[in-house]
């Protein structure tokens, strides 16, 4: 079973808050699975990624690459890790299905978003019933507090 933890984003927006949270799975030796619901999400923090350089730099990669197993963070529209991450970020609320290969799941929500909100509830519930490890991760004034 994952460890799912649900990260409701109320003072930053995914592309301030994601590049954090990646830095420190690389940090930790871990591999990353990024998973959009479109294409445009995808291009958007393809161009993202190449530009961040604080807190560190963050290569990747997607469709289309050679050797996507030695990408370290892999983005995707498809629900795929050819990269073999172990720790899974959802965006645009991207469901997880029961998939053994990760170890973490980070499910990353826009808290100003109502129907998001209401979304992530129903993955908590979801998650719940399957006997997944849940945390609930709210943004506070410096980083994030777990709430649950």
């Given at each position: 079973m994952a460890q799912i933890g649900f990260y409701h984003l109320t003072r930053t927006t995914v592309a301030d808050?994601?590049?954090?949270l990646?830095?420190?799975?690389?940090?930790?030796?871990?591999?990353?699975?990024?998973?959009?619901?479109?294409?445009?999400?995808?291009?958007?923090?393809?161009?993202?990624l190449w530009t961040i350089t604080t807190p560190t730099w963050l290569p990747h990669g997607s469709s289309g690459i050679i050797r996507p197993d030695l990408q370290p963070i892999w983005l995707s529209t498809e629900a795929a890790a050819p990269?073999?991450?172990t720790f899974l970020f959802l965006l645009e609320n991207r469901t997880y299905e029961n998939t053994p290969t990760f170890e973490r799941v980070f499910d990353l929500f826009d808290g100003h978003d109502e129907t998001a909100v209401a979304a992530?509830?129903?993955?908590w519930s979801t998650q719940k019933a399957a006997g997944h490890e849940l945390a609930y991760w709210r943004q506070e004034e410096?980083?994030?507090k777990r709430a649950r």
């Open positions: 808050a994601l590049p954090q990646l830095s420190r799975t690389l940090a930790n030796g871990q591999k990353a699975a990024i998973w959009c619901q479109n294409k445009t999400m995808l291009e958007d923090l393809d161009k993202l990269n073999n991450a992530a509830r129903t993955r410096r980083g994030w």
